[in-house]
């Protein structure tokens, strides 16, 4: 069943402006009905420069059709109780927008640059990372100087808990199998990390279970699933903040399913998909533990060994036949990847680039289907993320600035952008921001704003949302405190008398930093809540709430924008409570608590 949209690649300029469907006939049905001029914009023959944004601009256009599938393919799941069907021949829900190679990129060359050009990568050396912020002279002079692989390095450093530290120093020891325990934790696992990581169906791990249950060929790759499903079952119901504790973090179960991972990883020649499961949750018990290059390097074996699989089919990708688990494994790769990427700007292992050209993944247990429209939107966001990294983050947009990596300050890193050119690309994407909110069915989609929702995968779709909102309207903010901070230190003197900014005055300007800073506010309500406890979230969403209260501390040291926030001083110490319930010595969490300390906010009722 093939669900590609018939859709105009461009639309006509009204229907743009407002924000209608527009059919690509000429005149379009929107325009004859409104007695309009149905003009479309011209495309030029030879191919634009990727640093273009009136290109950029085009190409987010091009791209709605990728989102109209996602909705189309979310409401048909929350619609059907029974399997869906995929035609061989169409399979691939992008077939309407075909990139100039279909080929797979290689594993060992890295990205093809064919599939890099047209598409939305995040870039290396892009400028959204935290520390980017840190680098900045205000926050610099506040808080210190860091290098950009500060937090890398803080994790680098730190040593592996318990058991996990002396992997090969003894004989490989089972942990004991009592049933009701077993059944405890995996029911933990199915309720509180499966919806997060549905990688397979409970039928699938029962045959796996069952055949631990046995006793037979211990060192299968089955048994380890079952052991970091245990793992995952115990860690996550660790809510007290235990580091030290081995049978708290579920160790007994985790140490023997890396140790046999770890075997099959570099004794087997052929890619597995069983190993490819195995790893991501690795993967996913290093989230929940805080660690995200442990995490990260699970992710990436799973990903090497999946674009290996595919590699060896020899097919193209849209003729492909991909299994359930195949899709759910690929996904999951995808997203890890890109949120590491996004968060330490980690080598890529080439799985990105396939995003925009593997078909969605279909549900194959009516039970399951809300976990999989949740999954489906989750990485319909990342996606959508990973377009803004590009269009308003990549190291071309600061090519002006002195230093690429990081620039001296945010006016240099978006100069080579004008107000108008900025204000559409911003424009367009939050417009694809609120397409992808909208594609989530009635019933699943969280109420914006910092209401309680009834799971967490509704609460991390609100976390993502505020997070792509916030950093579509980042650059504006950034660029006002930049030029009033500027214009304070050329005239200390005479800070309470200083001329307004024009840039401020820009029409929309202060809105789109209004924008910006509630989106900061309400991420920290919401992601807040999340911190609380484990999950594989739990290193990403502290790294956005600084960078989120670094936002709001600038806006709160600025006086155009100093009215807009509330009273700050209650939001910081809500956070740094949570921060300190995992802040052991030298962690990242710990550096993050130091930083925190240091901005000082101050209370704009009293100003």
Known sequence: MNYTRKRALLACDFCRHRKRRCDGKKPCSTCRDSNADCVYKELPFERVEDSSPTAVIDRLARIETLLEHQSHQINHLSTRSSPLSYPTSQADYFSA??????YLASTSAGIDPQLDSPQFLIPKNHATLPITLLSLPMVRDRVGEYPRDYFFQIEEK???????????????????????????????????????????TPAMFKTWQDELMQEKDMEEIGTAICFCVYALGTICSNTSGDHENDEALGLQFFQPALRIMLHKLVWEFRPSIKLCQALLLAASYFAHLGRPLHSWKM??????????????????????????????????????????????????????????????????????NENTIYFIAEHAIRRLLNRIHNSLYGPEIAQTSPNP????????????????????????????????????????RPAKGTLPLPNDRARVLRVRYYAARHIIHRPFLLQVVSRQSEGQSQSPASTSILSPDPYSETPGILEKCETCIDSCITYLYNAIEMIDKRSPYLWTFSQSCLACLIMLWMADSTP?????????QPIQSMLLTKLRKWATKDSTFAAEIQIIERLVFSDPMEA
């Open 97 to 102: 927008y075909q990139q100039p190679s279909e």
């Open 158 to 200: 730190l040593p592996l808990p318990g058991l996990l530290g002396k992997l090969y120093d003894s004989p490989l020891v089972w942990p004991s199998i009592d049933i009701e325990t077993l059944d405890i934790l995996t029911q933990n696992y199915f309720r509180n990390v499966h919806p997060h990581h549905p990688l397979f």
């Open 299 to 368: 992710a990436q074996f799973s990903s090497r060994m999946f674009l290996g699989l595919l590699e060896s089919r020899q097919r193209y990708i849209s003729s492909a036949e991909f299994e359930e688990a195949e899709l759910r494994t690929f996904w999951q790769c995808f997203t890890v990847e890109c949120d590491r990427i996004a968060e330490l700007d980690v080598p890529r292992s080439g799985i990105e680039p396939l995003g925009d050209r593997m078909r969605l993944l279909h549900s194959t247990d009516p039970s399951d």
């Open 405 to 444: 990596v990081l620039p001296t300050g945010p006016n240099q890193a978006w100069q080579s952008l004008n107000t108008q050119k900025l204000q559409a690309l911003s424009t367009e994407l939050n417009r694809q921001l609120e397409e992808w909110y909208f594609s989530i069915p009635d019933y699943l």
């Open 560 to 568: 155009a924008l100093h009215h807009y926030l509330p009273h700050m």
